[in-house]
């Protein structure tokens, strides 16, 4: 017999732990993760052992503190020294995969995780595109290709680096869902959720923080698990 299914999603560019006051810190990160009691976090701009950061294994710290499954896709490979996506989850994950879709700046890519839930799996793919408009021209195409192939429950988030009316967006509005925000951000929307199956109920909004660059992104989802 079908049930609902409730889940609660962040995405979170965290900048590398680096605040808005200049100083680099995981702690603000980790505190914003607990205070939105997410089951599933998508991340975007996390270190491994990067200079900049304390040399430290970000993904592994988070992970730690707040008792979750998680998974690391790294963009950028320099030896040990890694730069990418990364996935906290409350379900077990049961797989992962990198795409990578290039840039010209920094190499972008896209990861995607299957995850274990009460009711079946749901795939969850995180993306993170480049700052340049010439660079997500490139990099869409593939996003979109990807996206395609996704079974259904599947959930689409990540830092798009540009706003829902951009026209490259278009396929995106016209394809799936986007889960709306119910409050306005503070500067443009470049952080999205998607998903491409019909929900029950959904809700959008932005946490206010000065722990990154970026505002977290939550959002609460309840769906049938028939789909």
Not at 72 to 83: A, D, E, K, R, T
Not at 143 to 151: A, F, M, Q, R, S
Request: glycine share 6%.
């Amino acid at each position: 017999m079908a049930a609902s299914i409730y889940m609660k999603v962040m995405t979170y560019n965290i900048h590398h732990g680096e605040g808005m006051d200049g100083k680099t810190s995981l702690y603000p990160i980790a505190e914003e993760i607990a205070r939105a009691h997410a089951d599933v976090v998508v991340l975007q701009g996390v270190d491994r052992f990067l200079p900049r950061s304390g040399f430290k294994h970000q993904l592994n710290r988070l992970a730690k503190h707040l008792g979750m499954y998680s998974c690391f896709s790294p963009s950028v490979n320099l030896l040990i020294v890694q730069y990418g996506n990364a996935i906290l989850s409350r379900y077990p994950i049961i797989s992962k995969e990198i795409k990578y879709i290039g840039g010209s700046i920094e190499r972008r890519s896209i990861q995607t995780a299957r995850l274990q839930i009460d009711a079946g799996t749901v795939t969850v793919l995180n993306t993170h595109l480049g700052v340049n408009a010439e660079e997500r021209i490139k990099q869409f195409p593939v996003l979109l290709d990807e996206i395609n192939k996704l079974e259904r429950p599947a959930i689409i988030a990540g830092d798009f680096n540009m706003g829902i009316d951009d026209p490259l967006m278009e396929p995106l509005n016209s394809q799936l869902h986007k889960i709306m925000l119910k409050n306005e951000p503070p500067t443009e929307e470049v952080d999205h959720i998607f998903v491409n199956f019909p929900t029950e109920k959904d809700s959008a909004w932005v946490q206010r923080s000065n722990a990154s660059d970026h505002y977290p992104i939550i959002a609460e989802l309840r769906w049938r698990s028939d789909i």
